[in-house]
Structure formats: C-alpha cells, structure tokens
C-alpha cells in the first residue's frame, strides 16, 4: 500500500529538519514508494529550502495563510496515494513506524490509525484516548471498545476516500482540536478508528508561533476551538453550552497562577494568558453561534498537484 507523509509546519525550520533527516535516515522517498509533502504557510522561505534539500524528489506545497487545518487539507490534495500519514513537523518516527501504522489498513472497514506519542526519554505523551462532546479527552483500557477515540494529529494515517467523505479538516480550526474534530466526525459517520500501540513516534515539543514556551501558548485558539467544538458536537443537554465551556477553562487558569506562584510564569505573562483565555473563550461562542463548517477536501477536487 503506498502511503504519503505529509508533514505541516511554521517557523520551525530546525525541528523539521530534524524530522526530514530521520525520515531519510529510515530509508524513505521513491525507492520506499513513499511520497514526502511538506506544506508552508507565507514566511517560511528557510522551511521549504531545507525540505528541498533533503527531499529533493518531494512535494513543496505552499498555503495563503498559517491554517494548520487548510495546511493538512492542501497536503492530502497534493498527496498521490490512498492513506495520507500526517506526521508533526517536531517529531520523528521509530524504525518500523510506516509499516505498523499502514497495517490495519489491510481490514476495508478501517478510516484511520494512529499511534502513541512519547518524549525523547520514552516517556508516554499521549496513548489511547476516547474525547467527549465538549473536547475533553480522558484515558481508554480497551481502544477497541472505545466509541470515539481521539488520535493525536501528529500520528495519524487516514485513508483518502474516507477524509473526502467527510470533508477533510475543518478550516474554521486554525490550531487545536482539529484532528480530534475529524475523528468524531469520521466515528459518527460510522467509520472504524483504529489505535495502533506498537506506531509510536518521538516527539519533543519545539517552540513556535503557537507555542512560545510550555506555559506561555497560544491560549486564544486554545479555548476558541474548544467552545467552537462544543458547538459542533454537543448534540443533547445543548443548554449546558452556556456554561459548561466556562466552566472548562477554570482549570486552565488555576494553572496560570500555580505557575505563577512557582516562578514559571512571571505576573505580567501570567495575566497575558489568562486575557487571551477569556477573549478566546468569547470568540468562541461567537465563531460557534455565527459559523458553519468549512470542509473543502471532497473527491473531485484531490489529486496530485503539480509540483511548487
């Protein structure tokens, strides 16, 4: 089965380097009959010269905006195979990845697979995860018992006929949630989701535009999308979602101040994460109660593009 890797990246011209070096190292590109997509929002001229130079049979896909949810439907539209693999651009696979994680996709039925998500030092990130209507994930035993599971985004294989069948990604999700959108609408198209154990991949987190340190990160999109999220799926007991969505981000900003009071965060950064929570939450409700949808990827308009 050929498979593509699409990797979608921003300002992070190191770590992806990092990444493309593995992937070769691993023995990836045409003799593995595998297509390499890198997909670059404006500004990131170094990024594509360093694709372009490790992968120089590979595919440069170019986007308008810095849309992490356009990025990955552009890369399935230019990626020439069956199952798109989306990998993060600050991660990198473990020898066998490919193989492991294409081979549920020998069973029809099978939408998706993803796999776990572990640091540098092996520790575990993210396992099997089943995700609820409003966005919140919680720990699986059993992933084969689970009625939605959420994979992570930076460790997913989708087969293509299923994602256009959906839509592809939401575009109105410019960062965060937006593969575990595409999982529970790929679960309740009756479609089967599938947790790989043995297709980890290393991932070490890296600063970037949407992630300046562990603590201090892009917290408007963060209870944005969720709010949004719980809008798009939270189908009974709909009044909740007047409060409940508040009541989500309560947690978030007791962190900011233990992180503030352990001299993580300073004060000034500390209330700068908390402002852009609340605005966010707010533009949330707005996005939720104004928006519809934006799922662009249908079967008509995919295919391999030519080359950028």
């Known amino acids: 089965m050929r498979a593509s890797i699409v990797i979608c990246t921003w300002k ?21 009959q595998v297509a390499i997509v890198t997909v670059h929002p404006p500004g990131n001229e170094e990024s594509e010269a360093a694709a372009a130079r490790i992968f120089p049979e590979g595919l440069v896909v170019r986007t308008e905006v810095a849309n992490l949810s356009l990025q990955r439907n552009r890369g399935a539209e230019a990626a020439p195979s069956d199952v798109i693999v989306y990998l993060d651009d600050d991660a990198w696979p473990t020898e066998g990845w490919l193989g492991r994680i ?13 796999g776990p998500v572990v640091d540098p030092s092996g520790r575990l990130m993210r396992g099997a995860v089943g995700v609820t209507s409003f966005g919140r994930t919680y720990p699986v035993e059993d992933p084969s018992t689970c009625e ?29 949630l937006d593969e575990t959108d595409l999982c529970i609408r790929l679960a309740r198209a009756g479609k089967r989701l599938v947790y790989c154990e043995d297709a980890a991949i290393f991932h070490e987190s890296a600063p970037g535009p949407h992630r300046r340190t562990a603590y201090d990160r892009d917290w408007h999109s963060v209870a944005k999308n969720q709010v949004y999220f719980a809008f798009r799926h939270v189908r009974r007991a709909r009044l909740l979602l007047a409060i409940v969505p508040w009541a989500l981000q309560v947690p978030k900003l007791l962190r900011f101040l233990v992180w503030w009071a352990t001299g993580r965060l300073g004060a000034r950064a500390a209330l700068s994460c908390a402002s852009r929570l609340v605005k966010g939450t707010l533009a949330g409700y707005r996005k939720g109660l104004a928006r519809k949808p934006r799922l662009p990827l249908r079967a008509a308009e995919t295919g391999c593009r030519a080359r950028v």
Do not use: I, M
Request: net charge positive; charged share 25%.
């Open 12 to 32: 992070r011209k190191g770590p992806l380097e990092r990444c493309l070096l593995a992937l070769r190292d691993l023995g990836f590109g045409p003799s593995a």
């Open 102 to 114: 294409l081979r549920p996709f020998a069973d029809p039925a099978v939408a998706a697979v993803g």
């Open 148 to 176: 939605t599971l959420a994979l992570s985004g930076g460790n997913l294989a989708v087969r293509r006929v299923a994602l256009e069948d959906v839509g592809g990604f939401d575009e109105n999700y410019r960062y965060h």
